[in-house]
């Protein structure tokens, strides 16, 4: 991952939890308050979750350190170098991609189907992941369990005509993935964009267009 270049927006905040037994714990606070005393972070506020259970409970954390730069959530021991990366994406409103790779080729899946299902917006971010043909096979494992929890859903039929647009690409897994992502909207009009790929070049695209049409 390159480091991105300084941005002039506001510094975002940050979150820490740590824990008192917790051997990461004191360099990714000394990371962060290096961090602050940059200004590549504006406010940092840390909680010990041993103290306060509670706040791990309301955040759904399991396991410290665990650090929020702006929307980003990390987990595990990380360098001052990545959270400063972070933290400039974050003032630039972007890295949302990035962030969904790094979830998905970790397994976490539930993280993700939380974000595209409390905001679709969130898929565009997905769909670049998946129309890129050099992301990792952890992530296209984990973008497909996403979208088989899709099946029906107004989120899946939403993106009916993107998927149709990748159903042209030039690799063959996207093209074929496309395929069965159309099949799972149940959308009559994922019809047009399934029937040319039973003439696709590729042998395992034809199949799935045959199966998908089934």
Known sequence: MNEPEPDTNTPPDALMLMGTHCPYC???LKALQALV???DISHLE???IEEKPEIARKLGVRSVPWVRIGPFELEGLRSEKEFREWAIKAAASAGTTDWLDELLSSGNISK????IKSDPAMMDALLKLFADPDTQLNTQIGISAIMEDLKGTDTLNAIVDQLGELTQHEDARVRGDACYYLALSGNSKAVRFIKPLLDDSDANVREIAKESLE
């Open 26 to 28: 004191p360099s990714v």
């Open 37 to 39: 005393e940059a200004g």
């Open 46 to 48: 840390t909680h010990n």
């Open 112 to 115: 993700p189907r939380e974000l």
